[in-house]
């Protein structure tokens, strides 16, 4: 099926498995990729270009299918990673965290197709002022690192949508193939998400951080306000001490000491997740919940009563 999406990406689904830290590993990345969707390497906690050579090579050795970098503008390395990304062959990035109009110049004149993550329909005016080829407009369902002055899915998505030229890509609560829909039908061409691919076989996330997430309801994440950007997580008894309004070191909060718990299972503090988590309810191999999607998409329809194709 045509779709402006999937030809941008250079992919059968246009479905984006988001960045996610640490937890964006080259399994994940690839088992994503080679169902048909579009995985992206995440690189924020990078500190050295040869780190997303690494990364992308990884990744490669397991799938021929395109995959995409993530570039988080805060990061002081990004346009070493994207000069990297383009060496290694990369064709796609996405973009987020701050004014990408340096980074979205350089990748154009490198050829290379980008996508501008908005939270606002300012910013996504800007973004494609700035020669985006596509927006992923990021709801504050969405699990991560979030601005301060979003709005839900539901009504940025056709916001967005209406304001921009370029394809949209809706990003936040889609935790299956009726978010999908749903969000096709809000006026997106594609959709990115990330607490599904949490609770995957390949996502090197550790069983408990899996468990957390298969196991909460549509509330149990909170959206943690920072003095420059909000947080979306799972509620710990660390985010139950911010919510308290008791004092909490920042570095518990976000950082790469941070990731690497998620790994090892052994943090109480902050395990991102979005609002999906109330349609992930089990650990998939990541090709089913891209197959499940396209079997949607292809339908075109849900049955009445919504419920999904199972996956
Ligand atoms: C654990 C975690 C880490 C994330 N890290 C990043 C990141 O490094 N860069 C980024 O642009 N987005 C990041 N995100 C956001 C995702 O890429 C994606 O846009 C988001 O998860 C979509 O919303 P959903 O969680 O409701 O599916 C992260 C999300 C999670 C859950």
New binding site residues.
Partial sequence: MKNPVAELLGCRVPLIC????V?SGPELVAAVSGAGGFGVL?T?FCTHPRQVRALVRSTRALTPAPIGI?L?VMNPWCRDFLEAAADEGIRTV?V??GNPADILARARELGMGTLV?AGTVKNALRAQDLGADAIIA?GT?????QGLSGAATLALVPAVADAVDVPVVA?????DARGFLAALNLGASGV?????F?ATAECPAHESYKRAVTDAAPGDTVLLCMERFAVRTLRTPLTLRVERGEEVDLDQLAGPALEAAWLHGDSPGVL?????VGVVNEVLPAARVVESLFKAWTGGYLPPGGRPYSA
Wanted: net charge neutral; hydrophobic share 30%; no cysteine.
């Fill in positions: 988001g960045a996610m830290g937890l995440a924020g993530n988080q996405t987020s965290g993550k990021a369902e969405s699990g991560g690192i990003a936040g609560g889609i935790g990115e998400m990330g607490t599904r949490i991102p997740a979005g609002q999906s």
